[in-house]
Every structure is written in C-alpha cells, then in structure tokens.
C-alpha cells in the first residue's frame, strides 16, 4: 500500500518524508533519478566503475544533507549538483596522482587546437539522431577531463560562466578558456570522424 | 585573432556579454571574416551538442543499486556516535550542587538580617554542601565560601 502511495507522489512529497526520515521515499527518489545521477557521473569520469561508485556516494550523501535542501531548486538538480562536486573530487584527487605539467600547459594556452584552422563545414550535418549523439560521446571521450567538463557544465548543465568557476574552483578567464578550446577541440574530433566514416 | 578576442567572440556566443560590448561585437561580424566564420563554428558546435547528450543508464537492476546506498546508509548512521549516557547519581549530584549554592546563599542572607551586638563571629561549615560561611558581627558582614567539586572529579566517580 505504502509502495503504492510512494509511486505515485510528486518528488516533492517524497523529499517531505524523507527528510522526516522516511528511507522508502527516499529509495522511491533513487529509483527515479538514477539514471540522470549516474549519467552525470558518467558523463565527468567516463568509467562505468566509478560512475557506479560515485553516484551511489552521492545518493548517500544526500541522504545524510537532505535536512539542507532548501527547495531552491528541484530535487534532481540539487543531487546532480552533489554528483557534480563528488566527481570533481575524483578528477582531482586522479590528476593529483600523474604528473599533468604538459597537459595544463595546453589548457590555459590551447595546445594545438589554437593552431587548428576554423572549420567552414558543419560535420554534424545531416547525421540521424542517434548516430549524432554516438559521435558526440565519442569526440567527449577524447577530451582532458577539465575541458570535457567545462563543456559539460556549460552545454548540458546550462551553467553560466561564473557558476562553472565556483564549482570547478577556478576563475571565469579559465572557464572561459577552458570552454573555448574544448569547442575547438571537439569540432575537430567531429570533423575527424566524418571524415574516417568516409574512407 | 589574439586570445582575448576569442574568448570575447564566445562570451557573445553564450549571450555573456553586457549589451554594450554585444551590439559592438554584432557589428564586428559583418566586415570580419575571421571572426564570423569562429562565431559559426563555436555555434553549430553548441547545436551538435543541445539535446545531444548520449542517454546512459544504470547498468544494475533498481534492487541492487539501492541496496549498496541503503548499506552505506545504515552503516553510516551506526557509525555515529551515540549521546553519552549519564547515570542517574551523577544527574542528581548535577542538579543538588547548583541548589546547594542557592541554599547556602539563601542561609547566609537570613545570617546577615539577624541584629548585630555580640563582638567577634562565628563560622558555620556546611560539610555536605562543602560550603561554609563566616559572620562578624562587630562588623556585620558575612562571608560565604563554596566550592564545588570539579566536573571531571564527578565524572571519575562515575
């Protein structure tokens, strides 16, 4: 009866009760935003694993924080912005780990995509949904994490520059310069598979 | 093109830009090539990606990615440190030693209204309490000692 009751309340009624401590809306709330949870995670790591595991760190921590949420946003965003700061921890604590001098180099300064000619032809014409969307994660798979979620942030969170700053720790200018050679980048890695698919 | 104007032809992209510097960009495009064939890339590299997003899903049924969160739920929450219970004894002594101070000065105020005409004083010990006062009565005055034992000394007794 009560499972009943749970499926079919608004997220909202369900946040009411668990932040009375009602553990089953709170499982009716996982089972709703698991997917876009995990798919945050996924998005930033790109590891099965670790999305896996970061996502769940994230469910448990909102569980523990839930007496915060202020309802300022809606539920789903206010977890995806605790996969968010959770992931970015991960990335950190991973760069930490590799020597990464190189790397932040070609962040700040664009690397080689501040070399790369402007492309006149849209790769991503004419593609089928679907097979845009494949190609876009691929392209995403091949970019620094910083720069993936830069674009991330920015294109499928609709974060604004100084927000992205907050979260990622960094100042607008990198932001900004985060974001534009990721695009550059990323026009580049789509042109490149179209062209590959040609051959 | 230099850095900043890159960066500056992306803000007006994402609609970043203050009015101002937005309609002096617009106006940049129609006599800069350059600039605009950057704005048409950055552009058609944020249509790819709107809505474009791959969908993922968990790769576990819904039992059994809950039940890791509900364990690590569970398990944090016995992992909290439980209030400290205080035996009932040392409760009473906590609440006597206050009402004792409040006695003995409340003794010492009726001392002190008592008249006043014998030369010297007495000193009264209040053992229990480990309060005691002392009357002078040449002077009228009355001095009233407390002392308390120590919190960690009623905690050691526990």
């Known amino acids: 009866m009560a499972e009943i009751s749970h499926s079919s309340a608004d997220d909202e009624a369900l946040v009411r009760e668990a932040q009375q401590g009602g553990l089953d809306a709170f499982e009716e709330l996982v089972s709703r935003h698991r997917d876009r949870i995990y798919g945050r995670a996924y998005s930033m790591v790109r590891n099965e694993e670790e999305a896996m595991d970061l996502s769940q760190e994230a469910w448990v921590k909102g569980w523990q924080r839930l007496a915060q949420f202020q309802r300022e946003s809606s539920f789903a965003t206010w977890m995806t912005r605790i996969v968010i700061n ?60 910083e720069h993936r979620t830069a674009l991330v942030l920015h294109e499928f969170e609709e974060m604004e520059y100084k927000e992205i700053a907050r979260v990622m720790g960094c100042s607008i200018g990198t932001v900004m310069s985060r974001l534009f050679y990721a695009r550059r980048k990323l026009a580049v890695i789509l042109a490149d598979l179209k062209k590959s698919e040609a051959t | 093109m230099e850095n900043d104007a890159h960066l500056k032809l992306q803000a007006f992209v994402d609609g970043e830009l203050p009015e101002a510097e937005a309609r002096v960009v617009a106006s940049q495009l129609a006599r800069d090539a350059d600039a605009a064939a950057l704005i048409a890339e950055m552009k058609f590299t944020r249509h790819a990606l709107a809505g474009h997003e791959k969908a993922v899903r968990v790769p576990e049924s819904r039992d059994f990615y809950w039940s890791k969160i509900r364990r690590q739920i569970e398990a944090s929450e016995v992992e909290r440190p439980a209030p400290v219970a205080i035996p009932w004894h040392a409760k009473l002594r906590r609440f006597l030693a206050p009402a004792t101070a409040v006695a003995v000065v409340a003794i010492a105020g009726l001392l002190a209204t008592q008249p006043v005409g014998v030369v010297g004083g007495t000193e009264t010990s209040l053992s229990d309490s480990g309060a005691f006062t002392y009357r002078d009565f040449s002077s009228g005055t009355t001095l009233v000692w407390l002392s308390y034992p120590a919190e960690e000394t009623l905690d050691d007794e526990d």
Not at chain 1, 99 to 107: M, R, Y
Not at chain 1, 116 to 134: A, F, I, S
């Open chain 1, 86 to 145: 959770l992931c970015l921890d991960h990335l950190r604590k991973q760069k930490r780990q590799r020597s990464e001098s190189l790397d932040a180099l070609n962040e700040e300064s664009g690397g080689v995509e501040r070399l790369m000619p402007v492309l006149t032809v849209n790769p991503t014409e004419r593609l089928e949904r679907g097979e845009l969307r494949q190609r876009i994660d691929s392209a995403l798979n091949q970019l620094s994490h």
